[in-house]
Each structure stands twice: as C-alpha cells, then as structure tokens.
C-alpha cells in the first residue's frame, strides 16, 4: 500500500517538459481563448485548422493543468448525461444526433494523434461497461437501446466470459464498446499545445486572466503579467474557474473526482486482468480503471465536493480496487491525484455566446475527452460564422447551480445514489 504520497500524478511525473513562457506584454488577437485544457485547447485548434491563427491561449497553469491532464484516459462516445435522459430532454432525433457528434470527436481525436505525430500511448483495445449488479437487464436494456435509438453495436458478455476477461468474481457480465480507446492525456494535451504553437497559435502558460472587460467593439483580457485585446473571448476554464466570470462561474459546480496508479505489477497484472481495454461499471459512482504499458493499473472512481491530499486518495481507491481485484493485495500505489470537473444543472456541456458576447465551453462533467473536442469544432465553426450546431446545445443553458448550497445538495444526491446502489448489489 502507500506510505505518504506527493501530489505529482502518473502523468506530470511521465509527460516530457513543456514550457511556453508567461505573457508579459500587450498583444493584439483576432481570438482570445482561456484555458488550456481540452476544451480551450480544442477551439483553438479547431481555428487553426479552418485557417484561423491569430489566436492567443493563456493557461493560469501549465497545459493540461486541470481536468484534461489528470483524468481517466477513456476516450468514448456520450456525454456526462446518460443516453436515456439525453433522448429525453432533446427529442429521439435531435438527441441521436448530438450523440452521434461525440462519437464524431472520438474518430477526430485519432485523427488528430496521427496528424499531429502524438506520441500519447492511445491503446486501440476499447473499453467494458462492466455491470456490478446480479440483473441482466440493465445490460440487455443498455445494448438494446444504443442498437435501436441510437444505431451503435455494443456487444455483450456473459458472465464467465468476462470473468475470463477481467479476472473478477465481482461482475456481471459486461457490454464492449469496440470503436473507444484509452490514452495518456496529458501527452495528448501537450501535443495539441505543441501543434497550436507549430501552426502559428500563441501559448502562453502562467497566465491567468484576472479581468475580461469590454473594449469598444471587442475585449480587453488582463493576465497575471500583461494583457490581450482581441476581437472575440472564449472561456474554457472547466471545474478551475473561480471567481473569474461571475455569470459563468455560478452555472457550474466544481466537483471533484480520484485517481490512483499502483506500481508496476509484472505477472500480476495478467492475473488480476487479461485485457487491454478500460472497464468501468453500472453504479452511479463508478470504478473506471485500465492497465499501463508497463504493467501499471490506473484506477479511478468516487466523486466529491473536495479535492483530497494523495495519500487520502490512495487508501480510498486502494480499498475499492481490493473489492474487484483481491488477488491485488499488497500492491504498492506509486501515485494519487484528485481533479475537479465542472458540472451544469443538467449534465450536458455548456456552449454557447453570453448576450454581451463571451464564448464560452465548459460544464463537461466526468465525461469530458470526447464532448470538449466536439465543442472546439462547435464554437470554431460559431465563431467564424456557422452557429447550426451550437444551436443544438441552446436549451441546456446556464441555470445556477446555487453556490454552496449547490454543492451540498450535489454530495447529498451522491450519498443518496451510493446507497441506492449498496442496497441494489
Ligand atoms: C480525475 C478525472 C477523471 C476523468 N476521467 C475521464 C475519462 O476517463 N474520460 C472522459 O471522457 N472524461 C474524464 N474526465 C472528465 C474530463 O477530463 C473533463 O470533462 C475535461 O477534461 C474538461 O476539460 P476542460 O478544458 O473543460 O477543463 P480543464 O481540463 O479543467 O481545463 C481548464 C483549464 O483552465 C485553466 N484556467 C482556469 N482559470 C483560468 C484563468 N482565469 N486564466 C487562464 N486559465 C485558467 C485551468 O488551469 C485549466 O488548465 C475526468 C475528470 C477528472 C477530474
């Protein structure tokens, strides 16, 4: 188990050094995108490839500072908003289609790797929705539902045939999405950052944006160390927003969720799992996990209200990893990191143009790789002038999520949805 822990994930301690200096002067820009996660990362790229360069990113941190570089690594289709209530809210067609864009996102994030030359270990080995309850239903349902309203294939698995697989008495079977992947996030992060600059897109790490004030017909950006005017802002500071722009800041809850990596277990790893691919499960508060080239397991779950030091992270999620994987006992956890997600009321990602005129890209949940590169093309193409697909995201809005309180009721409804699944398993 762990002895104590520093806070430097798998990650940071493997990702190369990057490093794009802090902006200490005034500059002038067709766009200012904020935040250098996927979301801003991807708008700017989304420019940039339609021929728009004269863009500047500030990141108040190093890219892939927040969310985007710290997170689970599974690249697959949907939204933070189940399929079910996504085709609720919007309507069968409408809603077919918006998940149709992230699947759409997955196909450009591969594209992007190969593009760009990303050297960012994507696994092409798909992922497992692995169900934790002993009721075959929900995984008929899952699957008759993606085939039917959705035209998506998920295969099934029955019981021993995924334990063969995942080496746990603990599941019930298990439906494989084939198309998704897992990679090493930060490295993809890096290396849009890297294309951006290569393409001609100014970057600028240690950069917060402390004021977004209007400026004539445009906008006046002040930073930590100098400033930006530019004809357009678009905000994408996800779960790390703070206090920056009030009207955004209160339509998002900052939530947080934990990582952990054991060291590299060698012949222990096949024993505990066979696959390649990621699983996660049919709780609410799911177990999402998937081994390393170098035999490392990296295991997720849990969300809270509060980020929580490593060595907390690493006795919580080493306790869940032993309820799936006992034969992992004693394995050594080398690395533990909390991240913070930004939620909406309602689960589906915030894009859109506020009266006054700010962009913004943000509200991505837990599932975020996918739906924040379909966002970058979303707003590119709003900004340069087609506003049909933002369009589709116009009824989520941007009700308040009520502060504080907001977040008591959130952990409240997690309790409430972590005992609804004790009592159900
Ligand atoms: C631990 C964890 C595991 C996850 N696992 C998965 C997964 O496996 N698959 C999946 O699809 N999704 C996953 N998610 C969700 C996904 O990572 C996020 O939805 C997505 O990365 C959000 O991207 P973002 O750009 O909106 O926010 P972030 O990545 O958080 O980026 C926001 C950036 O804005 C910067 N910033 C904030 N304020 C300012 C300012 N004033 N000036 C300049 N910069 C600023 C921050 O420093 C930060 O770098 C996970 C999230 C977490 C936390």
Redesign the pocket.
């Known amino acids: 188990m762990a002895e104590a822990l520093s806070d430097l994930s798998y990650y940071r301690a493997t990702a190369g050094k990057q490093g794009f200096s802090p902006l200490a002067e005034q500059l002038d820009a067709a766009i200012c995108v904020?935040?250098?996660?996927?979301?801003?990362?991807?708008t700017a790229i989304s420019l940039m490839e339609r021929g728009e360069r004269n863009v500047v990113l500030?990141?108040?941190?190093?890219?892939?500072?927040?969310?985007?570089?710290?997170?689970?690594?599974?690249?697959?289709g949907g939204y933070?908003l189940g399929e079910r209530s996504l085709l609720a809210s919007a309507g069968a067609d409408a809603g077919a289609q918006l998940y149709r864009l992230t699947l759409d996102a997955v196909e450009l994030i591969r594209r992007r790797i190969e593009r760009y030359g990303i050297a960012c270990e994507a696994s092409n080995a798909g992922i497992y929705l692995a169900n934790w309850f002993d009721d075959k239903s929900i995984l008929d349902q899952q699957r008759d539902f993606m085939r039917q309203q959705l035209g998506v294939e998920w295969s099934q698995l029955g019981r021993e045939q995924f334990a063969a697989i995942s080496r746990s008495e603990r599941y019930f079977g298990a439906l494989y999405e084939e198309n998704a992947f897992?990679f090493h996030?930060l490295k993809y992060?890096q290396g849009l950052a890297a294309a951006l600059v290569a393409g001609g897109v100014r970057v600028h790490e240690h950069?917060?944006?402390?004021k977004i004030a209007a400026d004539g017909a445009g906008w006046h950006i002040a930073?930590t160390g100098g400033s930006v005017r530019a004809g357009q802002v678009v905000?994408?500071?996800?779960?790390?927003?703070?206090r920056?722009y009030p009207r955004l800041a209160g339509a998002i809850l900052p939530i947080?969720?934990?990582?952990m990596v054991t060291e590299p277990l060698g012949e222990r790893l096949p024993a505990a799992m066979t696959t390649q691919a990621?699983i996660?499960d049919t709780r609410f508060a799911f177990d999402?996990y998937r081994p390393l080239a170098d035999t490392r397991l990296l295991w997720?779950g849990r969300i809270s209200i509060r980020e929580r030091g490593a060595s907390d992270v690493a006795r919580l999620l080493y306790q869940d990893m032993l309820k799936v994987y006992p034969q992992l006992e004693g394995a050594r956890v080398d690395y533990a990191?909390?991240?913070?997600?930004?939620y909406g009321r309602h689960k589906m990602p915030q894009l859109g143009r506020l009266p006054e005129g700010i962009w913004y890209?943000?509200?991505?949940?837990?599932?975020?790789?996918?739906?924040?590169t379909l966002?970058g093309e979303v707003l590119a193409r709003a900004i340069l002038g087609d506003g049909a697909d933002l369009a589709r995201f116009a009824q989520w809005g941007l009700p308040t999520t009520g502060g504080p309180a907001g977040l008591l009721a959130a952990q409240l409804s997690y309790w409430y949805y972590e005992l609804r699944d004790w009592m159900r398993q």
């Open positions: 904020i935040g250098g996660g996927f979301a801003g990362l991807s500030l990141e108040a941190d190093t890219i892939g500072h927040g969310a985007s570089g710290r997170n689970g690594g599974f690249v697959f933070s897992h996030p992060a950069s917060r944006a402390l930073t905000v994408c500071c996800g779960g790390y927003i703070e920056l947080a969720t934990y990582v990621a996660y999402y997720g990191w909390s991240g913070m997600m930004s890209g943000m509200g991505f949940g837990g599932h975020g790789v996918a739906p924040t966002s």
